[in-house]
């Protein structure tokens, strides 16, 4: 076994509903931030880290588990998402067959909501971090490496014998400027590999940032436990010098940013463009914003400062679910953010749901005159998935929520259905709110004028067209009558 070598990785997860598989050619494909960053944490205290990402190199189950097993590492480190956890389990569980000394770490947004259960569940992960990892997996490791007791290590869930025990805290880091710059040098073909959603960006490579952390809302559907309500910003000059490292180091054209909350502090957003004005970097870059935080002038300064594209998490065309959302925000407000934006000459992004408990034919009439009223440039529907981690959660388990779901959990499949509601009949209406948004003529003018200006999207677009008419053809033929859905789960047919 190789002392300090620690393997992380991202695994293989259910990506695209069956039936959508085209939907790949065009989907985001940015690396795990969270790795990256855990690494040269690591890295910085003497171990030895490098990255699997699994699903944007195609890799199976089985590839990663042999790709570890040859390495011998001493230490693997697995990023869970919901999706993943079963996936995750079952390399875990190859690993510790041929390397049983091996010590197999989990953490990520699934972890900080379901640690224990998780825990308690698979008895292959040996030790689960909770929360923000940096600190907390640099106090684990020397732990293990001392021979510790690890109930001396805050934030983590370790099994003692037969028992699963917690202990107290989830120390997150306060100074965000005090870390490392995420590893991106471990990433493999970086940055040409990684491409996010197909029109989401002018010109690649592309590169993420995650400029700060935190969101003090509680929209009911958000899983916020990993970062918590607090707000921590990196200063603008840490954020600018990221920017800058990405473009001069590896040619970095666009920067995403991942931020919950973009635009919080708009005295930080302000001094970052103008950090970007003053030194002439040459980057566009795109974030998400919640439609209560962007005015005429930050737009202007934003646009100025290369911002190409903001995602607004508009979620419907109904006040009145969007009170049921606890969202804090009106279709009002929204529509005049979108405004706004278009007229700053930014792109607005909208991420919509459908499905959220009391959803009916009448807010997804609401839902589909919204999206085609509103200035736009681009869409995106996901299928209303409670989270584990999300208030809604906890309301909607033991309805038809059970973990059995835990796989399908991508946004992609209806595990729940509000009352009246067929997981058939929503997913017609998936389709026709995407239709009645992407189908308008001014959408295909606006498209085609911008793959004339970026031709590089255009063969992704290509592909996506194809497999979308070989999909829908298949539907026809199969006796579908035009539903892209290839198959219900047998654990969903109680939601018809
Ligand atoms: C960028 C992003 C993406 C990107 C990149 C994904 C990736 N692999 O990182 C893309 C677009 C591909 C994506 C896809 C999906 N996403 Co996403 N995504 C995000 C977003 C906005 C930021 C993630 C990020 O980079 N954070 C910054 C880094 C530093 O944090 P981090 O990754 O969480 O890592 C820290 C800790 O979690 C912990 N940690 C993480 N892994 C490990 C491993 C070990 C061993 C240890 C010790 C610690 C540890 O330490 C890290 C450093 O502090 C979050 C929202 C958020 N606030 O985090 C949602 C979020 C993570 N996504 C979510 C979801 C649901 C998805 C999808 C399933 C569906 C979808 N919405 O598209 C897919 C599946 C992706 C997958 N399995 O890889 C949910 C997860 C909920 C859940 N319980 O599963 C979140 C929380 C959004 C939300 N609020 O509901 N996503
Ligand atoms: S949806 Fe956005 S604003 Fe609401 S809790 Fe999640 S991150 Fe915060």
């Not at 989907?27 to 690494?39: D, K, Y």
């Not at 120390?171 to 493999?188: G, R």
Request: net charge positive.
């Amino acid at each position: 076994m190789k002392a300090n070598d620690i393997i992380f990785i991202n695994p293989p997860y259910e990506r695209i509903a069956s039936g959508y598989e085209f939907v790949k050619h065009i989907t985001n494909n940015s690396p795990s931030l969270g790795l990256l960053h855990l690494a040269a944490e690591v890295r910085q205290h003497g171990y030895n880290p490098s990255i699997i990402e699994s699903d944007i190199f195609n890799l199976s189950v089985e590839q990663v588990a042999a790709s570890v097993i040859r390495q011998q590492p001493q230490y693997v480190g697995i990023t869970l998402f919901t999706v993943g956890v079963h996936a995750a389990a079952a390399i875990a569980k190859r690993i510790k067959l041929d390397l049983p000394d091996t010590v197999v770490i989990v953490g990520g947004p699934h972890i900080s909501s379901m640690g224990n259960e998780t825990m308690q569940r698979f008895e292959q992960f040996d030790v689960a971090v909770d929360g923000e990892g940096e600190k907390v997996l640099v106090d684990l490791l020397e732990a293990l490496k001392a021979g510790k007791d690890l109930y001396q290590v805050p934030g983590i869930i370790y099994r003692d014998k037969c028992f699963v025990r917690k202990t107290p805290g989830k120390p997150n880091n306060k100074v965000l400027d005090e870390l490392p710059f995420p590893a991106w040098d471990l990433l493999p073909d970086f940055p040409h590999a990684y491409k996010p959603a197909v029109y989401d960006f002018p010109r690649g490579p592309v590169a993420t940032i995650s400029a700060s952390r935190g969101c003090p809302f509680l929209c009911r559907f958000c899983d916020t436990s990993t970062f918590g309500a607090r707000v921590r910003h990196y200063s603008p000059e840490v954020v600018f010098r990221m920017m800058q490292h990405l473009h001069e180091k590896y040619g970095v054209r666009h920067i995403g940013f991942v931020d919950d909350l973009f635009l919080a502090s708009k005295v930080r957003v302000t001094e970052l463009c103008n950090l970007i004005l003053e030194n002439g970097l040459n980057v566009t870059w795109s974030c998400t914003a919640r439609v209560d935080t962007v005015k005429p002038e930050i737009l202007k300064l934003m646009k100025k400062a290369g911002c190409w594209e903001i995602s607004f998490g508009l979620e419907t065309g109904s006040d009145d679910l969007l009170r049921k959302m606890d969202k804090k925000a009106e279709v009002k407000k929204s529509e005049q953010a979108v405004k706004w934006t278009a007229a700053a000459g930014i792109r607005s992004k909208g991420l919509f749901m459908l499905g959220y408990p009391g959803e009916d034919a009448h807010t997804i009439q609401q839902t589909k005159e919204f999206i085609r009223r509103i200035p736009m440039t681009i869409m995106n529907l996901s299928k209303f998935t409670p989270y584990p981690g999300s208030p809604i959660y906890r309301e909607l388990y033991g309805t038809n929520i059970r973990d059995d779901h835990w796989e399908k959990m991508n946004g992609m499949n209806f595990v729940w259905a509000p009352q009246g509601m067929s997981v058939k009949k929503l997913d017609r209406h998936y389709q026709e709110i995407l239709k009645a948004f992407y189908k308008r003529p001014q959408i295909g003018l606006y498209y085609l004028k911008l793959t004339l200006q970026y031709p590089n999207h255009f063969l992704r677009l290509l592909r996506f067209a194809l497999g979308f008419l070989h999909a829908k053809f298949i539907s026809f033929i199969s006796g579908r009558g035009g539903l892209l859905v290839k198959e219900q789960q047998p654990h969903l047919d109680k939601l018809n």
